[in-house]
């Protein structure tokens, strides 16, 4: 917000609409899509707007999560992205709030859009759109296997564990977890306090 991009840019529309369009007309592969991912704008009025511009603008989707950038906690509003959908005729994807299949479903239902994006909700739960309540063991242990052939940096091999594990740990050993420093120390206590329960 303080730099000018990211959900500033709903406050400029014809700016992202342009945009939209300037990428629409670089890429000339038919197969490549371009799309946008929003918030509301506190007038709904405003933020349909928007989205029709960037609809006209040519995007082939747009992503709504239903908060205004202030918002965190409250819950997403439902009502404004079914508004949203029955306005454009391009494809809308809702997304916030959506942690497990059964809100998948529900937000599908409720709003009609095309499709849902999660993102806490898959980061705590790779697995959820295959119907796990939290994160199996073997998604853990594949996870590390693809982070020791990539080897991102520790922050993020930490920081996608820590929310993996969020459902599977009790909080003492979450909070331990959660403060490690460095991969060997978050190997060894996943040895010795998760995938010990294994064997």
Do not use: W
């Amino acid at each position: 917000m303080e730099e000018g991009y990211g959900s500033h840019l709903i406050k400029k529309p014809e700016l992202v609409a342009e945009m939209v369009s300037s990428a629409k007309r670089r890429i000339t592969d038919p197969d490549f899509t371009i799309s946008t991912k929003i918030r509301l704008l506190d007038d709904l009025r405003e933020t349909v707007d928007l989205c029709r511009q960037i609809e006209a603008a040519g995007a082939d989707f747009i992503t709504v999560h239903g908060r205004t950038p202030k918002q965190r906690s409250e819950p997403v509003d439902l009502e404004a992205i079914k508004i949203i959908k029955e306005s454009l005729n391009i494809p809308v994807i809702a997304n916030g709030d959506i942690y497990t299949i059964d809100d998948a479903e529900r937000v599908g239902e409720i709003t009609k859009v095309d499709g849902v994006m999660s993102a806490r909700g898959m980061l705590e739960n790779p697995a959820m759109f295959f119907g796990y309540a939290k994160t199996p063991r073997e998604c853990v242990k594949r996870y590390i296997e693809i982070a020791q052939l990539k080897e991102p940096r520790f922050m993020t091999f930490h920081h996608h564990l820590v929310f993996m594990l969020e459902k599977s740990l009790p909080k003492p050993k979450r909070k331990v977890f959660n403060n490690l420093r460095n991969k060997e120390a978050v190997l060894e206590f996943l040895s010795e306090h998760y995938f010990a329960q294994d064997e």
